[in-house]
């Protein structure tokens, strides 16, 4: 399942398809792409997470002392775009699902905002309810998040009924026939009295995706959606996400701990650790260059026949971009941070990597750095690339 | 720890309920039923005294706000007042019951005893022998037995081997015309003759439930790694047997003890009135035969009593076998 | 005891999903094909079908004085008659009625009161576990049988045990937390998969969760509880109508053997005021409790499997036995 090959695409023989797909996000970034604050935005964020944090309580054993919770997710912001595909990356334990599911409401943040179309959203009932109608999840598990007891036509007719698109019988076996279709489950008639247990994986994630795509959302927060199915069928279910992008300009939160279909399938890639954001920029800026040495420990990881053998090279184009006083230090510092990611219920302060980090400061103890914008819409948490007034207003307060 | 805190005070809310409980269902009743049970007894000689005892019982008193009736009710529970027996008067409810309540504990002793080591022992031979002709035969006869009423099995028993064949005594708890109570030989050996009845009616009953748990726990167990683990080291089939594999199976026995003691508690009831086996449950029977309803309440009581304090001692003992429980698993 | 049967017999997969077609045809291949649950179907629905056709199978009317005494049994009275000269037989036949009914509604009413307070406390969890648990779990410890009698005897003292509802009542208030604990526990489980998670994010309101997507994924174990509660209903009715509790001027199976001790039939030798009231209790528990364990069987595979390692541990054992 952890798949370190980064060139998937590679692996299927004869497609020359993905290329094609490849250059074509990578041209379409003057577009779609719009990062925070440097440039002119040129569409307005569909939903947004501001300073997200989740503190999961702990059933305390103790009587007495301070409660103990989970930090899963630490101030995280990000911003997602219709028709733009957004990676979150990281290992498990990270907090990606996590934060999938504070986006997809189905926990509450214990800080921080969301925001759709730049609006708060609400706690009651109907703001609840108007959300989902805009914001659809797809699970990681095509075999546990269908209901074994009901069939296909029950789960697609659910989401078409709870949204009023259709009101009778008639209409609602069109429709459900249509989304088959869509999904590329054909024919449409003979899949739609099957159950759950009759269907492949595959199949079964395709169903999924059409009980999302019948909210007619505009944002879709896909948990690992290939991560459960075979490798051979992952690129056919991706391929299929990709289009539906295109056709219905749909935001996408694309969470997954495998690189290659985080650069096979979104425009831009966020690096989590231990519940925090530590990088994230454009896909391949992200994944050729990373900056923070998590993101380069876990693309180290990943082996790549294009970089075997050069990594020295890397690291010296680090020192020509950068050139402050500290990057020149680091030399051929392979990033050697060996360890676990730490418990999250009590987490390291200040930067979570500092323990396994091979370049840490004292500062990176006490205090999380801010966001540091490299350019081209680059960004990283990392004392190593903050200014030298931030890092000493940070040691001295 | 903390987790032996938290059960005693669960228990101590049971405690608090089935004492609340007691006081609360008489003053519900429709109608009146102190004036209809007064309104019965007029056909006897009836003092005073009785009818006082008989209102103050079901807390007819308009002259007493009803929390400080509770509060009483308490308080007289806390030094062992139960209330006068109607049916008995003028005997205290209290007196009545610590007669009864050795015959009944020692009856569901060592039913329960026995049975879980009858049982339990059926289990693990059952479950070794699987596949042959046992394993077939003996779980639905058991079941068979064990869906059989107990008063009508306790009938049946009494029947048979009481007034056809006349083997053992069928009625009260010693020989009431020929030996007096003491801790003579005597008496000794006739509590134990008029107790052989009772107690297999109580086995035969709950014989069923002990075995399949065991055997179903045994067979689980068997394909556990660590069994095999002891086979493949060489030791011996009946140790294997015991020492490794009984030993873990028994566990979900002991919590279902809380279980098995109220099942038996019901059977050792219905099995004391066939008998009249002079313990709570024929007392209990007594009082609802007479519409005492002091004597009933205060059975009630002492079961309850009983039985949780029973499974709070089966918690104790699970949380010192189970390691688990122990190193704090939650 | 509720306990589960292990056995090693090949028994056919009754499923509850699937299309209604298929369910039928399931549960219909299942009753056939397991020997227990045939047994035990065949002896409700007998039972079933006596009490409905009570009037076609005996003449007497149960509750008359047909002849002076108690007869045994004759070609006239086959299972003879009581102390007062009632047909045994037709109350009987008449009495299953009652037997029945009462059992089957107080089994129903606890059955949907486990229902709402398992399902509810597990799937808001919270407060509201803790309350409903507790609850739950004091009505568990407090001794079934003596509270039922308490409950009974308070109400035949205000005549209300006229009413066999009430006597239905006071079992279903007695019966209904052993279901509830384990509904709940099951409930916890299955929360906490996807597909729950998945209803929610579609925009499922809890009610309809809970109705739904969680229920009928429980329904095998509701039935066997069901019938589980329906088994201790038979029992603990049959028991207060013994201890005089029900009513005693209509015939049930208890009432039968409540007017049988208080004329110490068995004593005396008239064993046949006993005997038939008894095997039909006993036949009929035995019944659901059988159909209790072929649904075990069928619903979890599990039960089924034949594990290799016992075969083998056998195999040795006969080996060593066979090389003496």
């Not at chain 1, 914001?135 to 074994?148: E, G, K």
């Not at chain 3, 028991?239 to 068995?266: C, H, K, M």
Request: with cysteine; aromatic share 10%; glycine share 8%.
């Amino acid at each position: 399942m952890n798949s370190n090959n980064p060139e998937i695409a590679r692996e299927v023989p004869g497609n020359t398809a993905v290329t094609d797909v490849s250059n074509r996000t990578i041209a379409n970034f003057s577009q779609t792409f719009a990062p925070a604050g440097e440039e002119k935005l040129s569409k307005e964020p569909i939903l947004e997470a501001v300073n997200l944090k989740k503190d999961f309580p702990l059933r305390s054993i103790k009587l007495f002392g301070p409660a103990q919770a989970v930090h899963a997710v630490e101030d995280t912001s990000l911003a997602l775009y219709p028709g733009k595909a957004t990676a979150l990356v990281g290992e498990s334990g990270s907090g990606k699902t996590t934060v999938a599911r504070l986006l997809g409401r189905l926990h509450e943040p214990t800080g921080g905002e969301i925001r759709f179309h730049g609006e708060p959203v609400g706690n009651n009932h109907q703001s609840l309810r108007a959300y989902r109608r805009h914001v659809q999840y797809i699970f990681q598990d095509p075999f546990s998040s269908l209901n074994p007891a009901h069939g296909v036509r029950y789960h697609l007719a659910r989401s078409l009924r709870l949204y009023g698109y259709a009101h009778n019988a008639h209409e609602e076996r069109e429709q459900i026939l249509a989304l088959l279709e869509r999904v590329n489950l054909t024919p449409a008639d003979h899949f739609i009295d099957k159950f759950p247990h009759q269907l492949s994986g595959g199949q079964r994630q395709r169903i999924a995706i059409a009980r999302v795509l019948a909210v007619r959302p505009s944002v879709i927060l896909a948990d690992e959606p290939v991560s459960m199915l075979d490798v051979s069928i992952r690129l056919d279910v991706l391929n299929l996400l990709l289009r539906l992008k295109e056709e219905d300009d749909l935001a996408f939160l694309f969470i997954t701990h495998d690189i290659a279909s985080a650069r096979y399938f979104a425009e831009e890639t966020l690096v989590m650790y231990a519940g925090q954001m530590v990088e994230g920029g454009p896909t391949e800026e992200v994944i050729q260059h990373p900056r923070h040495p998590y993101s380069q420990l876990l693309l180290s990881a990943a082996p790549d026949p294009d970089t075997m053998g050069h990594k020295k090279a890397t690291n010296d184009a680090f020192d020509k971009r950068t050139g402050t006083k500290a990057q020149a230090n680091m030399g051929d510092a392979t990033p050697s941070g060996r360890g676990e990611p730490p418990s999250l219920i009590n987490p390291p302060g200040g930067c979570r990597f500092h323990p396994r980090c091979p370049h840490a400061m004292p500062v990176c103890r006490q205090y999380r750095p801010e966001r540091t914008n490299l350019g081209n819409g680059h960004w990283t948490h990392c004392f190593l690339y903050s200014k030298r007034e931030e890092v000493s207003r940070a040691s001295s307060t | 720890m903390r987790y032996l805190f938290r059960r005693a005070g669960f228990y101590l809310i049971a405690l608090w309920a089935a004492v609340t409980f007691n006081f609360i269902i008489p003053r519900l009743m429709p109608g009146d039923p102190a004036e209809a049970y007064i309104a019965k007894l007029q056909t006897q000689q009836i003092t005073r005294a009785q009818i006082d005892a008989i209102r103050a019982e079901f807390g007819v008193n308009p002259h007493v706000p009803i929390w400080k009736q509770y509060l009483d009710y308490l308080n007289g529970i806390l030094h062992g007042n139960l209330g006068i027996s109607t049916s008995q008067f003028p005997t205290p409810v209290g007196d009545i019951l610590k007669q009864s309540l050795p015959w009944t504990i020692g009856l569901v002793g060592a039913a329960l005893v026995l049975s879980f080591f009858i049982g339990t022992l059926i289990g693990i031979l059952i479950a070794w022998k699987r596949g042959s002709w046992y394993d077939t035969a003996v779980p639905p006869l058991l079941t068979f037995l064990s869906a059989i009423p107990y008063f009508w099995m306790a009938l049946g028993l009494v029947y048979i081997f009481g007034v056809i064949l006349n083997w053992f005594p069928t009625d009260s708890g010693y020989d009431v015309f020929n030996v007096s109570p003491g801790w003579s030989m005597d008496f000794i050996g006739s509590v134990v003759q008029h107790a052989i009845l009772p107690v297999i009616t109580l086995i035969i009953g709950s014989l069923a439930g002990w075995v399949l748990i065991m055997r179903n726990m045994m067979v689980t167990t068997l394909s556990e790694d660590y069994v095999l683990m002891a086979e493949a080291k060489g030791l011996s089939e009946r140790s294997v047997m015991f020492h490794y594999a009984a030993r873990n199976a028994i566990l979900p026995s002991i919590t279902s003890f809380s279980i098995a003691l109220g099942l038996i508690v019901s059977g050792a009831l219905l099995t004391e009135i066939v008998y009249n086996y002079p313990g709570i449950g024929y007392s209990l029977y007594k009082g609802v035969q007479s519409d005492d309803y002091a004597l009933v309440e205060g059975c009630f009581l002492v079961i309850a009593l009983a039985v949780i304090f029973a499974n709070f001692l089966f918690e104790l003992i699970y949380v010192f076998l189970d390691p688990r429980v122990r190193h704090g698993k939650k | 005891m509720q306990v589960t049967n292990i056995t090693n017999q090949k028994t056919a997969s009754i499923t509850f999903l699937g299309s209604k077609k298929d369910r039928v045809s399931s549960i219909f291949r299942a009753i056939t094909s397991n020997p227990k649950i045939a047994f035990g179907v065949s002896v409700v629905t007998f039972f079933v079908l006596i009490a409905i056709a009570a009037p076609l199978l005996t003449p007497y009317d149960p509750n008359a004085s047909i002849v002076k005494g108690s007869l045994p049994p004759s070609w006239a009275h086959i299972f003879g008659t009581t102390g007062l000269g009632q047909d045994i037989f037709a109350q009987i036949v008449y009495g299953a009625r009652v037997t029945l009914m009462v059992a089957f509604v107080a089994a129903i009413g606890s059955t949907i009161l486990q229902v709402v307070m398992g399902l509810s406390s597990a799937y808001y969890g919270g407060m509201v576990d803790e309350v409903l648990s507790l609850i739950i779990n004091v009505f568990l410890v407090l001794p079934g049988l003596p509270l039922t009698i308490v409950l009974a005897s308070l109400a035949s003292a205000s005549g209300a045990n006229k009413n066999e509802f009430v006597i239905a009542l006071v079992l279903l208030f007695t019966s209904w937390s052993y279901g509830a604990r384990v509904l709940r526990a099951q409930t916890l489980s299955l929360k906490e998969r996807e597909f729950v998670a998945a209803a929610r994010a579609t925009g499922e309101s809890s009610l309809l969760i809970i109705s739904s997507e969680i229920l009928p994924n429980e329904v095998s174990l509701i039935a066997s509880t069901f019938v589980g509660t329906f088994v201790y209903a038979v029992g603990a009715e049959v028991a207060l109508e013994f201890l005089g509790l029900g009513d005693t001027s209509r015939p049930s199976w208890g009432v039968i053997l409540y007017w049988a001790q208080n004329n110490a039939a068995l004593i005396v030798g008239k064993w046949w005021q006993f005997v038939p009231a008894g095997i039909c209790i006993a036949l009929l528990c035995a019944g659901l409790t059988f159909i209790n364990f072929g649904m075990d069987e069928l619903s979890n595979p599990r039960l089924r499997v034949e594990r290799p390692l016992r075969r083998h541990l056998i195999s040795r054992k006969s080996k060593a036995v066979a090389s003496r």
